[in-house]
């Protein structure tokens, strides 16, 4: 049975710094890309990061870019996300997901459970 677990979110002042790690079980994913998505409030769930099955490919959207790194250790089976220079509007939800293939679009196979990140002003 495969799951998904993330860690390490958490409630952080604007300008602080948060590392999410998400642990899978059950299988490994080196073929599968995988990604962190956020959903804010009122807000569908929207791709942030993704990383590619050999994790030397990464995708940020515009507003991560420059602040947040994707990485993954195969080792482990972990992906995590390095969050810094925090923004209020970076509250939500952060969930892991991992993609049916190798490429950062389309059907995600599993989800974990959602981590909450609360940055207050």
């Known amino acids: 049975q495969v799951q998904l677990v993330e860690s390490g979110g958490g409630l952080v002042q604007a300008g602080g710094s948060l590392r999410l790690s998400c642990e899978a079980s059950?299988?490994?994913?080196?073929?599968?890309?995988m990604g962190w998505f956020r959903q804010g409030p009122g807000k569908e769930r929207d791709l942030v990061a993704g990383?590619?099955?050999?994790?030397?490919?990464?995708q940020y959207v515009n507003y991560a870019k420059g602040r947040f790194t994707i990485s993954r250790d195969h080792g482990k089976n972990t992906v995590d996300l390095q969050m810094n220079s925090l923004k209020p509007e970076d509250t939500g939800v952060y969930y892991c997901?991992?993609?049916?293939?190798?490429?950062?679009?389309?059907?995600?196979?599993?989800w974990g459970q959602g981590t909450q990140v609360t940055v207050s002003s």
């Open positions: 997901g991992v993609y049916q293939r190798d490429i950062y679009y389309g059907p995600i196979d599993y």
């Open positions: 059950g299988r490994t994913f080196s073929r599968n890309a």
């Open positions: 990383i590619s099955g050999s994790g030397n490919r990464s």
